[in-house]
């Protein structure tokens, strides 16, 4: 199931992780959830992945396997999100949620519940449950780096998707 953000927070940028070293390369761009009910489609067009039931193509000829992990899973859904008093990871864990799937992309057996505890034993979150982009650097143990802010640039997502990298995205209903 795809995630769904009931977050508060509006983020005005993407985040973009680059590689540690030259031959692993990740890309993760992901607004903050806004006020609104949004379906977050992370890790290129997961709901359409969702809908055929097989990887994305990202090319006509190769295709994305990245892992599908729901936030609504019940192993960790009600799960507090950091040190909110109201939010979950159910409501508003797609930014962790979505993390968690690129991180297992590139080889980091973890979770949504997993690295939630981590985020928030280890400082990771801001404002009780707002992602800080460069504690998943951390978390990885440097093999995935912060390295600044994109737009929406559909231009930019195809050039990740032909080069074979997933992309997080949030989309608007």
């Known amino acids: ?49 969702i809908a055929i039931g097989g990887p994305i193509a990202a090319h006509a000829d190769s295709s994305i396997d990245v892992p599908v992990i729901g936030q609504q899973d019940g192993a960790w859904a009600g799960g507090r999100l950091g040190s909110s008093a109201t939010d979950t990871i159910g409501s508003a864990g797609c930014a962790i949620t979505s993390v968690t799937m690129m991180l297992r992309y590139y080889g980091i057996n973890t979770d949504p519940a997993a690295f939630n505890a981590w985020l928030t034993a280890s400082g990771g979150y801001a404002f009780d449950d707002q992602l800080i982009w460069d504690a998943v650097t951390t978390y990885s143990g440097g093999r995935v780096a912060f390295s600044g802010w994109l737009g929406p640039d559909l231009g930019v997502i195809d050039s990740e998707l032909e080069a074979g990298r997933p992309v997080v995205a949030e989309v608007r209903l």
């Open 1 to 49: 199931m795809p995630s769904v953000c009931l977050g508060r927070r509006c983020g005005p940028r993407w985040p973009t992780f680059v590689p540690a070293t030259p031959e692993r390369f990740l890309s993760v761009k992901c607004r903050l959830a806004a006020s609104r009910l949004r379906l977050a489609v992370f890790a290129p067009a997961i709901a359409v992945s």
